[in-house]
């Protein structure tokens, strides 16, 4: 553990990846690990402004807009906070980063695949998680964890399609990069959940 890691966590909402976050943070300062807990989009005055507008207005808007403010936010993240930390030896824990948007807005929303590629070439150079902890339950787990649990409406069975195409695009992701993404059930309880995750970490 000498050099500074970068690790984010992916998952659909309510998967765990903020209870997960806190725990592995814990366990990193325990150890005297300094590092730097931030999340996307968001991370900087910018990043949450635009997070705000990402994820607040109503207005629909031409997918390729939603990936370049996504990248736009994400660039600043880069610069300001995420860059100067590992230069300074700090490990980066991120809530969501660059799988989430091949998850969200190519799978979800059908953005072209290769317009994330050149955005990502563009903003990330050779930046790349050492390590991603990808959160994976069915998208009825993660929704019955953040609300309560009723029939579903129309829009949200269309929601049930977005995300299941959400779903399929984060294992595309792992199946892609198996050294990286880690693909944790999260359907199991946290306490088991953590024991994979001290086993995974104490190996980088
Ligand atoms: N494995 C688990 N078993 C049972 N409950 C869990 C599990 N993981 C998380 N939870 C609970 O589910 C809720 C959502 O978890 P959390 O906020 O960590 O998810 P998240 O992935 O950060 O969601 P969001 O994307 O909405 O921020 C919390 O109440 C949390 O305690
Ligand atoms: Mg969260």
């Known amino acids: 553990m000498n050099t500074a890691k970068f690790i984010t966590l992916e998952g ?11 725990w592995i943070k814990s366990q990193l300062l325990l150890s005297g690990i300094d590092l730097v807990a931030t999340r996307e989009p968001g991370g ?23 990936a370049l403010l996504m990248f736009a936010a994400r660039r600043e993240h880069i610069a300001k906070v995420i860059s ?13 980063f660059t799988d989430a ?3 969200y807005q190519a799978g979800g929303s059908s953005l072209q695949w290769s317009r994330i590629v050149q955005l990502e070439n563009w903003v990330q150079g050779d930046l790349q998680p ?3 902890f ?29 995300f299941a ?35 995974i970490l104490s190996n980088i």
């Open 44 to 66: 900087t005055p910018l990043g949450e402004a635009l997070r705000q507008l990402l994820l607040i207005t109503e207005e629909s808007r031409h997918p390729d807009t939603e």
């Open 12 to 22: 659909m909402d309510g998967a765990g990846k903020t209870t997960h976050l806190d």
């Open 130 to 132: 050492d390590l991603t």
């Open 101 to 103: 948007t091949y998850a």
């Open 165 to 199: 195409r959400v779903r399929a695009a984060y294992l595309r992701r792992a199946q892609e990069f198996p050294s990286r993404i880690q693909v944790i059930d999260a359907t199991r309880s946290i306490s088991e959940i953590q024991i994979q995750l001290a086993s």
């Open 134 to 162: 990808y959160f994976d339950v069915p998208p009825e787990v993660g929704r019955a964890r953040t609300q309560q649990v009723r029939e579903p409406d129309r829009f949200e069975r269309e929601q049930a399609e977005f």
């Open 84 to 96: 100067p930390a590992l230069l300074a030896g700090r490990w980066v824990l991120c809530d969501r």
